[in-house]
């Protein structure tokens, strides 16, 4: 029982080691172009800064985010962290850069701010992908250096192996960050220099972007023992200490050599324990992962290869009884649902592939990827899965209070979602789609939002669920199309049903019916087969036309619920069910609107599926 926690004095000494106190170097805000408060452009900055620090543990140490895209309140953020810097680190720093931006350039719509650990900027302008180099800062340490005009030649030409040396890291698949070190020596002294460039740029961007700021270095730093450069897109620095973290210089290999063997003196015998603790801990973690080979059907030739964490066919049959009818939480196209406990006690949600399946192992690897690929507060969190003999299953985590439309659509446990509660789902289920639509790896088109993909955990926090019939887009793809219309009655949109167009305004419509549910407590069960009735959102648009809004919210709501929220969240509702998908507001814009009262809403026009006698194609529906 004594290997975790002397695992952990090992780990705290060499973190405390290299870790380096929060130091904010400079500023740069534009006076160009102010925003107001409480302005959209200051809602979408907030929203950009939120994203970037929810991403800012990924591993690249590099994240873009973008609010209000192509409106002319739109905001354009990113953050990168010096290369060496763990996730931990680079989280720190954001949190900080932000706050710190926001009171030092607290109405200016472009600004930059550098820390020794990161950077962070903005700007209502795309800079993405472009190599930038103003607006620049550079320092100097105060102690000189004896033969200046010798050290500034060692310092261009070392700096001038680190370009090629960065630029070659653009072609390398084993890493995102693109930065180098080294130390030196000079005169007897030791020199620790780095160099980074920006991963979104260019190769050819990142080398001119180096040499420009090396050619800053005589007119800032000539004579000091220490100096820097800094641009938007690239930066160097160079000190007589070692101000990176040097495991992967001559230095750090003795410093980390010397910390070893002071420990190893120390403890022997306990360090012997906790190595061969770590060894058989990396095995049976690595024995618990397994590469998935995802086969097509149609040709039996490979399609893709996953790594997950692999849970036995007999584990999974341990937690759900064998799949126990009484464990099941929920069947659907793709196959049933169990509740399980695994034997530490965690309590899953495994989703068995039903051997009569019509959607079969295409949609079973496509939830897989895709969810394997997002991680969000407001997505459900996949564990792994099980593929063994002819079964497949995905492994999630359990939701306590399972699906939205249990609670919803049920008399008595409507009672549960008063208004504020009901609000809270609005905006986390918005904040998933923007996720997924915007600010993930991917862009990620649901296909099938409603309110039964919608599980609320132990707190009533919406997670969405169900990505088999997802469909993944490129970073430049804002339209496709498909021959095969999968989805749900009442929630697809006239383009999608009609065209077979997908887009992300697809799921803004399957948005603005689940917020009109919501409002509602009612199912929209009109049938798009059906030449002419109400239902849902033509009451929904009757009732605005004449001035009654309040007379569709659910009678449950009568005590709890603020009125002019009620109402903005029905003008939203309105607004993303609208017949041309040109007319819809994106979910960046959904999220504005329902996080500021001060954003002016456009008046609705008529919605889809509100006039009789429209002739729709016929569809084939999930359940």
């Known amino acids: 029982m004594e290997t975790p926690l002397v695992v952990l004095c090992i780990s705290s000494l060499l973190i405390l080691s290299t870790q380096a106190v929060l130091t904010n170097i400079a500023h740069n805000c534009s006076r160009n172009s102010l925003f107001a408060p409480n302005s959209t452009y200051q809602a979408n900055l907030n929203l950009v800064l939120s994203s970037l620090l929810e991403n800012s543990r990924n591993e690249a140490g590099f994240y873009n985010s973008t609010a209000g895209q192509n409106t002319p309140e739109a905001v354009y953020g990113s953050f990168l962290c010096r290369g060496d810097l763990t996730p931990?680190?680079?989280?720190?720093?954001?949190?900080?850069?932000?706050?710190?931006?926001?009171?030092?350039?607290?109405?200016?719509?472009?600004?930059?701010?550098?820390?020794?650990?990161?950077?962070?900027?903005?700007?209502?302008?795309?800079?993405?992908?472009?190599?930038?180099?103003?607006p620049s800062m550079s320092g100097q340490n105060r102690e000189n250096i004896e033969d200046p005009d010798h050290f500034i030649q060692f310092l261009k030409a070392k700096f001038e192996s680190f370009v090629s040396r960065v630029v070659a890291l653009y072609?390398?698949?084993?890493?995102?960050?693109?930065?180098?070190?080294?130390?030196?020596?000079?005169?007897?002294?030791?020199?620790?220099?780095?160099?980074?460039?920006?991963?979104d740029i260019s190769a050819g961007d990142c080398g001119k972007c180096l040499r420009e700021a090396i050619e800053s270095l005589p007119s800032c730093c000539t004579g000091k023992i220490g100096g820097r450069v800094l641009f938007p897109s690239c930066s160097i620095r160079y000190?007589?200490?070692?101000f990176y973290a040097t495991t992967s210089s001559s230095k750090s290999k003795g410093s980390l050599r010397t910390i070893i063997a002071i420990v190893v003196s120390v403890t022997f015998v306990v360090v012997?324990?906790?190595?061969?603790?770590l060894i058989y801990w990396f095995l049976k973690k690595k024995k618990g992962k397994k590469h998935f080979h995802f086969v097509d059907e149609r040709n039996g030739s490979e399609v893709s290869t996953i790594e997950f964490l692999h849970f036995g066919l007999s584990t999974i049959e341990a937690a759900t009884d064998h799949f126990l009818d009484n464990n099941q939480l929920g069947e659907g196209g793709f196959g049933v649902v169990y509740k399980g406990i695994l034997p530490n006690g965690q309590t899953i949600a495994a989703k068995r592939l039903s051997k009569s399946s019509g959607q079969g192992v295409e949609e079973f690897k496509n939830e897989a990827e895709s969810v394997a690929k997002l991680q969000h507060r407001n997505l459900v969190r996949l564990l792994g899965l099980c593929s063994e003999k002819e079964e497949?299953?995905?492994?999630?985590?359990?939701?306590?209070?399972?699906?939205?439309?249990?609670?919803?659509?049920d008399a008595e446990k409507k009672g549960q979602l008063d208004w504020p509660r009901r609000y809270k789902i609005i905006l986390g289920i918005a904040r998933g789609l923007l996720y997924l639509h915007e600010d993930s790896r991917l862009r990620v088109i649901h296909r099938d939002l409603k309110a039964s993909n919608v599980l609320l955990d132990e707190n009533m926090i919406p997670k969405i669920s169900d990505f088999g019939t997802a469909r993944i887009f490129g970073a430049d793809e804002t339209l496709g199309n498909t021959n095969r219309i999968v989805g749900t009655y009442g929630y697809m949109s006239p383009e999608y049903i009609n065209y077979g167009q997908i887009s992300v305004k697809s799921d803004v419509f399957s948005f603005g019916v689940l917020i009109l549910e919501i409002i509602t407590g009612?199912?929209?069960?009109?049938?798009?087969?059906?030449?002419?009735?109400?239902?849902?959102?033509?009451?929904?648009?009757?009732?605005?036309?004449?001035?009654?809004?309040?007379?569709?919210?659910?009678?449950?709501?009568?005590?709890?619920?603020?009125?002019?929220?009620?109402?903005?969240?029905?003008?939203?509702?309105?607004?993303?069910?609208?017949?041309?998908?040109?007319?819809?507001?994106?979910?960046?814009s959904v999220v504005v609107m329902l996080n500021s009262d001060s954003v002016s809403l456009q008046l609705p026009n008529q919605p889809a599926f509100t006039s009789c006698g429209k002739k729709q194609l016929s569809l084939t529906s999930s359940t």
């Not at 960050?177 to 160099?195: G, L």
């Open 239 to 242: 000190e007589e200490y070692a």
């Open 392 to 409: 497949k299953i995905l492994v999630f985590e359990y939701m306590h209070n399972g699906s939205l439309d249990h609670h919803l659509f």
């Open 171 to 199: 072609g390398a698949s084993n890493t995102t960050r693109k930065f180098v070190t080294a130390d030196s020596t000079f005169n007897k002294a030791k020199i620790y220099s780095f160099a980074q460039c920006s991963p």
């Open 272 to 277: 012997a324990v906790v190595l061969s603790g």
């Open 88 to 134: 931990n680190n680079c989280e720190d720093c954001v949190r900080d850069a932000s706050k710190s931006i926001i009171k030092s350039c607290p109405s200016q719509k472009t600004s930059i701010i550098w820390y020794d650990q990161c950077t962070l900027r903005y700007s209502n302008i795309n800079f993405f992908s472009i190599m930038e180099v103003k």
């Open 522 to 588: 009612r199912k929209n069960s009109l049938s798009y087969e059906s030449s002419c009735g109400e239902g849902l959102l033509g009451n929904a648009w009757r009732n605005w036309r004449s001035g009654t809004p309040l007379q569709i919210m659910d009678p449950a709501l009568r005590d709890s619920c603020i009125e002019q929220e009620v109402i903005r969240c029905i003008d939203i509702g309105l607004l993303c069910v609208q017949e041309d998908m040109e007319d819809r507001p994106t979910m960046a």
